[in-house]
C-alpha cells in the first residue's frame, strides 16, 4: 500500500505544478536477504537423518504381478486404493509401454481373470 501511496502523492504534486519529468518513477529501495548460515555439511547430515521412503505403489503393484500365481485386479486396487479403470490404465500405459514388460492375462478356472509378468526369455 505504501507504493500506491507514494505513487498518488507524487501524482499530485505533479498537478501542483510540477512537471512530468520530475516525478520519480525508481523502484523503491528494498532490503536484501542475509544469506543463510547454514552450511553444506549440515545439509548433508540432515539428509543422512531422513528414514528412506517406504516402496511406492508402483514397487507394490510390480511385486505382486511377478508372483507366479499372478494377482487380481481386485487384489491390486486393494494394495494401492485405485480405482478399477485407473488400474487397468496403469497395467496398459507404465507397466507394459514405459517398463517394457509383457503381461499375461489368464482366466482361471474359479472364473477370476489374473495378470502377471511373463519373464523375458533370454536369447542363448
Known amino acids: 500500500m505504501a507504493m500506491l501511496n507514494n505513487t498518488t502523492a507524487k501524482a499530485d504534486n505533479t498537478e501542483a505544478g510540477e512537471t512530468a519529468s ?6 523503491p529501495n528494498r532490503k536484501l536477504r542475509e544469506k543463510s548460515g547454514v552450511t553444506v555439511s549440515v545439509i ?6 531422513v528414514a528412506p521412503a517406504g516402496p511406492t505403489k508402483t514397487d507394490i503393484v510390480i511385486k505382486k504381478l511377478k508372483s507366479a500365481k499372478g494377482v487380481t485386479i481386485q487384489s ?4 494401492t486404493g485405485w480405482q478399477a479403470h485407473s488400474m487397468r490404465g496403469f497395467l496398459s500405459g507404465t507397466v507394459k509401454k514405459k517398463l517394457g514388460h509383457e503381461i499375461l492375462s489368464e482366466t482361471g478356472k474359479d472364473g ?6 511373463v519373464e523375458a526369455k533370454t536369447a542363448g
Open 22 to 27: 520530475s516525478v520519480d518513477n525508481s523502484t
Open 44 to 49: 548433508v547430515k540432515q539428509a543422512k537423518d
Open 76 to 79: 491390486l486396487i486393494d494394495a
Open 112 to 117: 477370476q481373470r489374473r495378470y502377471r509378468i
